[in-house]
């Protein structure tokens, strides 16, 4: 069993800065996935980026160039720099992470506001 817990949600202008981070514990060494989905009020789930173990990546479209997806250095933690934030950007972010591709483990969400 994995636990992940994501921190650094909260208030921000549009066009500012903020810092997910997912830190995960457990049976870390069964994760090869890692990503971030968020949900707005009154819509479905969606992928904003993944990262696999060797490293590769993906983006929605939505966030491409302005959102990066890392890693540190060991499979404990994961980050989400979002730059350039947009009021559509306002959702509950959800860090997730599996054994192939992710979707195996779910955090509790983190909000993230962006005020116009």
């Known amino acids: 069993q994995v636990q992940l817990v994501e921190s650094g949600g909260g208030l921000v202008q549009a066009g500012g800065s903020l810092r997910l981070s997912c830190a995960a514990s457990g049976r870390i060494s069964s994760i090869n996935a890692m990503g971030w989905f968020r949900q707005a009020p009154g819509k479905q789930r969606e992928l904003v980026a993944t990262?696999?173990?060797?490293?590769?990546?993906k983006y929605a479209d939505s966030v491409k160039g302005r959102f990066t997806i890392s890693r540190g250095n060991t499979k404990t933690t994961m980050y989400l720099q979002m730059n350039s934030l947009k009021p559509e950007d306002t959702a509950v972010y959800y860090c997730t992470a599996g054994l192939i591709v992710t979707g195996d483990w779910w955090g509790q969400g983190t909000q993230v506001t962006v005020s116009s």
């Open positions: 990262i696999q173990s060797g490293g590769s990546t």
